[in-house]
């Protein structure tokens, strides 16, 4: 997927002890960093099981904090040409880690909060991309973008789980909707969390997250 032009990624890393079970890689939202999700490793993973790898996006915005994945004209709509551009980095990111863990895509779950929800869904749903799995998509949706599609047929082994709040006032919850409606037809395992929060990953469901993580990349 890479390309002489494509941007290389600076990433943080928590490695199991031990053997991995499993590979978890966390994406960030909106004007966070690589930093932001790495303090959920512990939380997430408190055996340690997994390697835990958080990319941080590739653009700066003029007049935003932190890193991005996409310049954003309208919410579930992002720019074609800075998805693009993140998708193939991404996308190449994630082929470079499984060659270098050892730990293959079917051992593999693509999360993140917001924005890294949509590059989740993006990375482990669309065409040309290994089957992950697990897809864990916190207050996100599933782009509407020129050049990329979901592909889910074949993919029924990739669990996803979606948690939303259903007062988000950035992101509204009829994209949670839609994206739970997308992969129930596509013959996915769905999970669904809601809170009556806002645009956050809500602390009651962090427990649950845990537990669905330990089925979906269950000890070898």
Do not use: C
Not at 119 to 124: C, F, L, P
Not at 160 to 176: C, K, M, S, Y
Request: cysteine-free; hydrophobic content about 35%.
């Amino acid at each position: 997927m890479s390309t002489p032009d494509t941007p290389q990624l600076v990433h943080r890393e928590r490695p199991a002890d031990g053997e991995p079970d499993g590979l978890l890689v966390l994406h960030h939202g909106r004007g966070a960093d690589e930093h932001d999700l790495i303090g959920l490793a512990d939380v997430l993973d408190p055996e340690r099981r997994l390697h835990i790898v958080t990319p941080g996006g590739p653009l700066r915005v003029p007049g935003w904090p932190g890193k991005h994945w996409y310049v954003v004209p309208r919410v579930g709509y992002p720019d074609p040409d800075s998805f693009r551009s993140s998708f193939l980095a991404l996308s190449a990111f994630h082929d470079a880690l499984w060659e270098r863990t050892g730990v293959p895509p079917a051992r593999t779950v693509l999360g993140g909060f917001s924005m890294g929800s949509v590059m989740s869904h993006a990375t482990g749903l669309g065409g040309g991309r290994p089957v992950v799995a697990g897809v864990l998509g916190m207050s996100g949706f599933v782009p509407t973008v020129e050049g990329w599609s979901p592909e889910l047929e074949g993919r029924t082994a990739t669990r996803v789980l979606n948690a939303h709040g259903r007062q988000d006032p950035v992101i509204g919850h009829e994209f949670a909707d839609r994206a739970r409606a997308l992969v129930t037809a596509g013959g996915l395992d769905l999970t669904a969390l809601d809170h009556d929060g806002g645009h956050q990953i809500a602390p009651e469901h962090v427990a649950t997250i845990a537990g669905w993580i330990r089925e979906t990349l269950p000890p070898r």
